[in-house]
């Protein structure tokens, strides 16, 4: 689901993209000369132990995180927009007609190194590669210029993929005059750890800066140590009316101090919110949007009354792989979380389910291990818990590991009992067919699923369950690809049909509400179909999704007021 306006897509440019790249010599290049015995690294904090100290990237797309690092304790983690390749710059000192060696190690999606204004030459020197799933070193060269006393150096990804990580960069030459980043020693204690806001999961706590120090480890009951590249954090996935007791310990590349004196703590009670209402035969799905893209703002007691599901969107990733957490967005207009935790009991008591939602556009939320897992489950049903949110959505659009994931949702089924709403929003590729890691995921859950509704939009063409390719926004685009889901194994009731709510609300796909209404008749009556005609007719298909509420209201509602009715009347 998209944040922005419109979502880019960056996997359709990349072929081009690339092969320009290639063609302009963007090509990996050999190790350089044997280095001078005076040769120093010229970059300032080269492992990003400092945060992005001596470091500049586009459109904030940068950020120093404690994980994945390959040294130290901290790296560079971009994201690439639409529009935006994530570049991170700095300008080294150097010395003029010098030789120096370039290098960095990456991870995770496309990312380029090089350098520019060198002086010589074109003035510019890269290389790249493409994704890698561990630690990979970038080298290249370049000589500089009479009268060069500086050069950019830089890294970034490409538009629309997924986040690269760098860390240990080296500018390898003759000290230019700016020396390099004197070594570090290990920090002194914390002092001043205090216990602030508890809540039924979690646990406010704060403490004083230390001098030195690039990131600090939390530690609950002794154990379990949590990065923390702040003075501040909140621990959340705790346990309800439980006492806690915490120390934290500074670190850098020199390595930890030791922990700070304890400070305790106890969980507030939780009152059980309940199961909430059953979800209704034919269900419409709207998404509400904690944040505020230029669509209406709303507050969910203002979310229209045609929905039956309300997706709250997005759940926030913790530096622990798996754990969530939610942020209550103030540009919603919110005074309180406690208004915002009335308007979802309000909306319960009014037979609506509100579930929290977690991935969109931008959320990387990592569940790939046993630990992330667990981490996952114990999050969520702690957020179910302290908010009273009914269940979740799964709108992952950055890769998913069936395996852990379904261990997760198993994991969270248990704590929830059986009338949590589990829901899905995959993309129109991820639903091809049951061998990709979202329909197995699907289908290995079943039994607790409630409905996927499957995004028919920002795709392009696809192709439909009879072997037939079909043009987003068409009748047969919308029936065709929900056969798909329904012959790999989904039960119809588990089927819905996922649109924009208006032309603003995506990139692409947007689908005029009679289509939608002229798909629903097809699906579950053979009737308002296109070229396309399904064998059967599936009467319990489950209704129709759209991203989002807001877009809906800024639309006049005219999505919900046609399309609602529609599905409650479906037979």
Known sequence: MDRTTTRPHGRRWLGGALAIAVGSGLVLVGGAGTAQAADVNVAKNAGFENGLANWSCSAGSGAAVSSPVRTGAGALRATPAGLDNAK???TVTVKPNSTYTLSAWVQGGYAYLGASGTGTGSGSVSTWTPDSATWKQLTTTFTTGASTTSVEVYTHGWYGTTPYSVDDVSVFGPDGGGGQDPDPVVPATPAGLAAGGVTSSSVDLSWTAVSGATGYKLYRDGANPQAVTGTSTTV?????????????AATNSAGES?????VSARTAKVTDPGPGPAVPKHALTGYWQNFNNGATVQKLRDVQSQYDIIAVSFADSTATPGQIVFNLDPAVGYASTADFKADIAAKKAAGKSVIISVGGEKGNVTINSDASATAFANSAYALMQEYGFN???????????????TKALRQLSAKAGSTMVLTMAPQTIDMQNTGTEYFKTALAVKDILTVVNMQYYNSGSMLGCDGKVYSQGSVDFLTALACIQIQGGLAPSQVGLGVPASTRGAGSGYVDPQIVKNALDC???LTGCGSYKPAQAWPTLRGAMTWSTNWDATAGNAWSNAVGPHVHNLP
């Open 523 to 525: 699906l579950t009556k």
């Open 391 to 405: 269940g979740v959505d799964i709108d992952l659009e950055h890769g998913i590991n069936s395996t852990y994931l």
């Open 236 to 248: 959340s996935g705790l346990t309800a009316d439980t006492a806690y007791q915490f120390q934290v």
């Open 88 to 90: 991170c710059v700095q």
């Open 258 to 262: 030791a922990k700070s004196s304890a």
